[in-house]
């Protein structure tokens, strides 16, 4: 049996996920929530801002009733995650975007393999991470700690929407690339196992991972890293 129609409106932010119909009537089943309308209508509530019903703002478990006007907005910006440090999961798409993250110093956790959707948000919930990811279904899941989609595939623009939207602290050289842990100064002789005969010539300066033992220095790709750090920075900066 039909339930209430009523009338949703998404706002234009949300566009990517609701195929360039904004507005629409929607007779719903009478006992569903309106967060679990948002969902089947297919934005996932991790991009869900305020829940506007009649002008009035309701929660996610609001049941809808008969000819009530929905407007659903984005997350408003920055977005504040409370209740533990802010520290992101990405999964197994996004390499390139957490190695950019523990550059700029911050906790990224990143699994390299398809470990697969429940055991990426149960790791979320255990570590009190935000999942960033493009997997819509995996944002969707309940137990995740917190969540986030990645709107875009091009890793400038992917790193550029998460520091607009997390706004998290940055502290750019301290973490491994390679594993995210902290890295701490080292000696030439310290690390010289890992070194080529060029590289111990050439330069004096070296880091080493505290938790995986990779040794870092200023080589060829610095000055693309530094490009990096400096755009990241200047967004805080701007933004500030």
Sequence with gaps: MNGPEIHVEFAPELGLFVQRTPRRT???DGV???GHLVESLGVPLTEVGALVVDGREVPP???PQPAERLVVRPVERPQRVPGAPLRFLLDVHLGTLA????LLGVDTAYESTDIGDPALAAR???EKRVMLSRDRGLLRRRE???GAFV???RPDDQLHDVLDR???DLSPWTRCTACNGLLRQATKDEVAAQLKHGTQRSYDVFAQCTACGRAYWKGAHHDRLEAVVERALSMRTQSG
């Design 151 to 153: 709107y875009s595939t």
């Design 32 to 34: 569903s929530s309106v």
């Design 99 to 102: 190695r950019r993250l523990r």
């Design 61 to 63: 478990s609001h049941v």
């Design 26 to 28: 929607v007779v719903t």
């Design 144 to 146: 995740l700690w917190a």
């Design 124 to 126: 979320s919930a255990a």
């Design 166 to 168: 997390f706004a998290p």
